[in-house]
């Protein structure tokens, strides 16, 4: 995405911020020159120069009561050509009240710089409709090396529509709403008040104050949320000290305050609670022209010099890009006759502003950066950190814009992005680590093979062990560092995402480890079956060749005594332990090598005897018994009935082994 395409779904004010942003991040990302701007080298931020922008006033809110459409365009301008402020905080609104042709804006324009329409002296018809609008030019100073000081508070002044007219004479609806409207977004409201109205508790102005307070009660009676009320008197004479006119004014409002019908809450608040109260003075612009300009660069320097914005203390906290748009939902609200709830309305400003950053962040830059790596799993380490830096970045833009809003909704919107730039993340972190575990699986059966063959290990257990001991090292040393948020913060959805496919590759050991044993386990059946084989084979050949009464007992004893032999070496306790890690297998492990036993034992035996070798062993046994005599000698034949009694005694004998070699009966009778 190009500077430029992002810039363009910014507010005004947001881009000297945002390019000065994305260069940084340019070089901090460590992504390649030109992969945010497509080679395209970064300027800095453009400077309004006065004569760049309309430095005119603007009509807010008409007579008809229509809000202006091109308000934030002129805020955000004027803002920028005075300040690089990344707070948007270094603002002030000023309001100004009074009766009609008392030279509201000429004291304004003098004042703060503004071309506000003054009136015609000769017909003394009202010029201000409705309420006007106008970044000060400058600020009126008594220093005389730089008379008009530069605005670099950012003032904005608010010109409201005089009371008691003859254009609206009966049009009190108007004057109550501009009130209530002006204390909704101003942080001094200036009361502009000729000399000789002081003190006359009745008139026009005394309406006006009355009607300040009560729509500061219908405001912030839950909430006392001050207002500087600034008194400047006109036409100033000096004849009654502005001390003393002050403390008429404030006794004024304090009896006006205990008139009014306050909410039960605040039945016994004071006029202090809700309102600090300053007075100035400015002398007769006729009679006394330069006493008149000296008195109005007197007070330019209280404002100048933060006498009226101490420590913002009046200051509505919402940042400069989102004053338009608050200013008009408050009049909305206003206008439509309905409640006004500022702290609501500052929420509902805050979310609409956090909710604009978050998606140009995320739809601008985010989501367009990690579209740009295509096959990102080629290199699993390089994208990780690629991402990790994106969506680093994405969050510290976000913070540095959305965090001058209502914190709360600032916290809400930023869980918000992370959950969706990590819902995204979560998809890429699946894929490679989905392909790390394939990888460390495929591996598992040359490592173990390995293993075996270098006979590092003592065992199968010991060997299974070191080879899934150490996959999974591998795996917690990579899965480490296909971690996609920083170290100081915690994700359940990377964590629950690990936590799956950690428990998805010990399936697939377990599964190995699963078909290792049994592989082992056939392989030592077969073994033991086989060792068996060879051992009672040749005991077996040897006792059935030369047959006796207790074949089967020497043959079965035999038997025991090789099995006891070859089990041994795996006794554990009363049973065996195979060191295969079977813990509760061993004991079918061992029936089922006592089954191979016998499965050999039972071959052997109907292999070998057989009639071709029961006919073999019977003829042997007989041509020994009549051919030689029981010391092995041979018989030297004397007659025919010698020869012929041999014949049948041997024949006898050997037919008393045809039952023996026909069943393995021992010689207690049971029947093997």
Wanted: charge should be negative; glycine fraction near 4%.
């Amino acid at each position: 995405m190009s500077e430029t395409q992002f810039l363009r779904v910014c507010r005004v004010s947001d881009r000297s911020f945002i390019r000065r942003s994305l260069a940084a991040w340019q070089i901090t990302a460590n992504f390649p020159a030109g992969r945010l701007h497509q080679g395209k080298k970064m300027d800095s931020s453009p400077v309004l120069k006065k004569g760049d922008i309309n430095t005119n006033s603007v009509q807010l809110i008409d007579e008809e009561k229509r809000f202006a459409k091109n308000l934030e365009t002129y805020v955000d301008a004027c803002y920028m050509n005075k300040s690089e402020d990344d707070s948007g905080l270094n603002y002030h609104i000023v309001s100004v009240f009074g009766s009609q042709s008392t030279g509201k804006s000429t004291l304004l324009n003098k004042l703060f710089g503004t071309q506000f329409d003054v009136m015609d002296e000769e017909k003394r018809q009202q010029t201000t409709k409705g309420i006007w609008f106008s970044h000060a030019n400058y600020i009126a100073s008594h220093d005389e090396t730089n008379p008009k000081t530069e605005n670099k508070k950012n003032v904005y002044v608010l010109d409201v529509e005089g009371v008691d007219g003859r254009e609206k004479a009966d049009d009190k609806d108007f004057e109550r709403k501009s009130a209530l409207f002006a204390l909704a977004t101003s942080e001094v409201l200036i009361v502009n008040i000729f000399e000789h109205q002081v003190g006359l508790y009745q008139g026009a102005n005394m309406e006006l104050l009355k009607t300040v307070m009560e729509v500061n009660l219908s405001l912030f009676h839950k909430q006392a949320e001050r207002c500087l009320l600034l008194f400047v008197i006109r036409d100033f004479t000096g004849l009654t000290p502005l001390s003393n006119l002050g403390q008429s004014l404030e006794a004024d409002m304090n009896r006006i305050w205990a008139d009014l019908n306050k909410p039960e809450e605040c039945k016994d608040s004071k006029l202090v609670d809700f309102f600090d109260l300053k007075f100035a003075s400015i002398s007769h612009k006729h009679y006394q022209p330069e006493k008149f300009d000296s008195d109005i660069r007197k007070l330019g320097d209280d404002f100048s010099n933060e006498t009226f914005f101490a420590n913002n203390r009046y200051h509505k906290k919402i940042p400069i890009d989102a004053w338009a748009l608050y200013s008009q939902q408050i009049w909305e609200q206003i206008e439509n006759n309905k409640d006004l709830d500022l702290p609501t309305q500052q929420i509902l400003v805050s979310r609409f502003k956090c909710n604009e950053i978050s998606t140009a962040l995320y739809d601008e830059i985010f989501d367009k950066e990690f579209n740009k790596l295509t096959l990102p799993e080629k290199d699993p380490l390089e994208s990780c950190k690629v991402f990790k830096a994106l969506r680093s970045k994405c969050l510290e833009l976000y913070d540095q814009q959305a965090s001058r809003y209502k914190s709360a909704v600032y916290l809400e919107t930023r869980k918000e992005l992370e959950l969706k730039m990590d819902l995204k993340l979560k998809d890429f972190q699946s894929r490679i680590l989905g392909l790390l575990i394939e990888k460390l699986v495929t591996e598992l059966d040359s490592a173990y093979a390995a293993l075996k063959k270098s006979k590092t290990t003592s065992n199968f257990e010991e060997t299974l062990k070191y080879v899934i001991d150490e996959t999974l090292d591998k795996f917690e040393t990579a899965s480490s560092q296909y971690i996609l948020v920083d170290d100081s913060e915690v994700s359940e959805i990377y964590a629950q995402n690990l936590k799956v496919h950690s428990e998805l590759l010990m399936a697939k050991l377990k599964d190995f480890s699963d078909r290792m044993r049994n592989k082992e386990s056939t392989a030592l059946v077969n073994k033991l079956g086989k060792k068996f084989q060879i051992k009672i084979k040749e005991y077996l050949i040897e006792e059935v060749t030369q047959p006796t009464d207790d074949l089967w007992d020497k043959v079965m004893s035999q038997f025991d005594q090789i099995v006891e032999k070859l089990l041994r070496t795996y006794e554990y306790g009363q049973g065996y332990d195979f060191q295969l890690g079977l813990k509760e297998g061993n004991d079918l492990l061992h029936l089922k090598i006592m089954k191979m036993i016998w499965k050999k034992y039972d071959v052997l035996v109907h292999d070998f005897i057989n009639e071709d070798t029961v006919s073999r062993i019977l003829r042997n046994v007989f041509e020994d018994k009549f051919k030689f005599d029981d010391k092995g000698l041979p018989i030297v034949w004397k007659d025919f009935n010698q020869l012929d009694s041999r014949f049948n005694k041997s024949k006898e004998e050997t037919l008393k082994l045809l039952p023996l070699l026909g069943t393995m009966r021992l010689s207690n009778g049971k029947t093997v």
